[in-house]
């Protein structure tokens, strides 16, 4: 399958932030001025967040990016079973976590944990979701990657893709209804937007005009399915209008576009108490998950060609300019990490499993009899079990 060249990403929009029109020429918003020809920095009008909010962006990507390679390498020794990462993703990941409240609902897909580490779930409930361990808040019930959390209002996501779009429309609804400014996120893939559970969630937001953010990560692949293959469309953005919607779309790999575009987007749908779509193009670099060989479906020359467009390798350049980054200090940071995600894993790996019994547990107030007499059957015939671990 062919897919987006990645010349397309250094197509400037010089109007700035506005809804993609049907039929208009596909431009993406940007903000590094990275591109052939361009000088560094910034383009001309656009912003640069404070040192504080540069720090934070480039530190999160840095930590997904770590975490990542970590857990591919533990599914390839055996100690975790499956990992999909987001490499390649992280600007997409992060420049629109940050930009939202804490009190905002995140409803993800599979590559958006980065958020819920950035809005404070502890690595160690990340890594215990890893391991489905007996300190995992999920009790080992989900596979992994399906992190949440209420606590930082991250919903575990559901593995069939896109069923997840219309709770994030039916979370803003809620808040709607209580009266209170909080909006939902619903994340998605390219390959979401043909499944039927997209399009209704497409028709109820825009229709019931619920405050939600639908967020595309079109990252040209859908396991062996380019996006060609996916869509007639030329973009995703342009889905949003034929619902009667705003449809934005952006440079994925700028993490700087991604924040101020989705910080704007936020803002309006606040304002307004209207839904919107953003479509960030990036490249799924890397595998679908550990399951994939994108070298037998794919050309990865193109690849090769995405990676130049690295969204942490595009970001440095400025950070060091203003002196907040250098070799010593990209040193010291990756080091921390690797001793934190060290213990984190030898403490997740020693940990027991979820007890047997905890199967039983969080479905019905009262557990009814027939699976009562399940438990006593599965206790008597896992007593064994028990008996040889000691
Ligand atoms: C309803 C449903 N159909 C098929 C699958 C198998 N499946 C898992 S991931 C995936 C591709 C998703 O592609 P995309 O939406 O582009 O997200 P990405 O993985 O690229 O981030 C498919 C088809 C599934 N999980 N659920
Ligand atoms: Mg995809």
């Known amino acids: 399958m062919s897919s987006v060249s990645p010349a397309e990403s250094s197509s400037v929009d010089s109007a700035g932030i506005h809804p993609v029109v049907a039929g208009a020429a596909p431009g993406l918003y940007r903000v590094l001025a990275d591109g052939p020809g361009e000088t560094g920095g910034v383009l001309a009008g656009r912003e640069v967040p404070s040192d504080e909010t540069l720090l934070r962006l480039y530190r999160a990507m840095a930590l997904v990016r770590a975490v990542d390679e970590r857990m591919i390498t533990l599914q390839r020794q055996g100690r975790i079973s499956f990992y999909g990462a987001a490499t390649g993703q992280e600007a997409a990941v992060i420049g629109s976590g940050l930009a939202l409240e804490a009190t905002d609902w995140v409803v993800p897909a599979l590559r958006e944990g980065g958020i819920a580490l950035l809005?404070?779930?502890s690595l160690s409930d990340y890594v215990n979701q890893l391991f489905g361990n007996g300190s995992d808040i999920e009790k080992g019930r989900q596979m992994p990657c399906h992190y949440g959390h209420r606590d930082v209002r991250y919903v575990t996501l559901s593995s069939c893709i896109a069923n997840q779009l219309f709770h994030a429309v039916g979370i803003s609804l809620a808040a709607r209804l209580r009266g209170d400014d909080t909006i939902a996120v619903g994340y998605m893939g390219d390959g979401a937007t043909s499944e039927g559970?997209?399009?209704?969630?497409?028709?109820?937001?825009?229709?019931?005009?619920?405050?939600?953010?639908?967020?595309?990560?079109?990252?040209?692949?859908?396991?062996?399915?380019?996006?060609?293959?996916?869509?007639?469309?030329a973009t995703m953005a342009q889905k949003a209008h034929g619902y009667g919607m705003d449809g934005y779309r952006v440079d994925g790999n700028d993490v700087l576009a991604v924040h101020a575009l989705t910080s704007h987007v936020v803002a309006e749908?606040?304002?307004?108490?209207?839904?919107?779509?953003?479509?960030?193009?990036?490249?799924?670099?890397?595998?679908?998950?550990?399951?994939?060989?994108?070298?037998?479906?794919?050309?990865?020359?193109?690849?090769?060609?995405?990676?130049?467009?690295?969204?942490?390798?595009?970001?440095?350049?400025?950070?060091?300019?203003?002196?907040?980054?250098?070799?010593?200090?990209?040193?010291?940071?990756?080091?921390?990490?690797?001793?934190?995600?060290?213990?984190?894993?030898?403490?997740?790996?020693?940990?027991?499993?979820?007890?047997?019994?905890?199967?039983?547990?969080d479905v019905y107030a009262a557990v009814p009899p027939h699976l009562v007499a399940q438990r006593e059957a599965l206790r008597g015939s896992t007593a064994h079990l028990k008996a040889s671990s000691h």
């Open 119 to 121: 809005r404070g779930l």
């Open 197 to 233: 559970d997209f399009h209704v969630a497409m028709e109820f937001a825009a229709r019931l005009r619920a405050p939600v953010l639908l967020f595309c990560q079109n990252n040209q692949w859908a396991i062996s399915t380019g996006v060609r293959g996916q869509t007639l469309a």
């Open 269 to 361: 749908i606040r304002r307004t108490g209207r839904p919107a779509f953003v479509e960030a193009l990036t490249y799924r670099v890397g595998a679908h998950s550990t399951s994939d060989d994108p070298s037998r479906y794919r050309d990865e020359s193109i690849t090769e060609r995405w990676k130049e467009r690295d969204p942490l390798r595009r970001l440095r350049p400025l950070l060091e300019a203003r002196g907040l980054w250098d070799d010593a200090r990209d040193a010291a940071f990756i080091s921390d990490v690797a001793e934190r995600l060290k213990a984190e894993v030898q403490r997740a790996e020693a940990d027991a499993p979820p007890s047997i019994d905890s199967l039983f547990d």
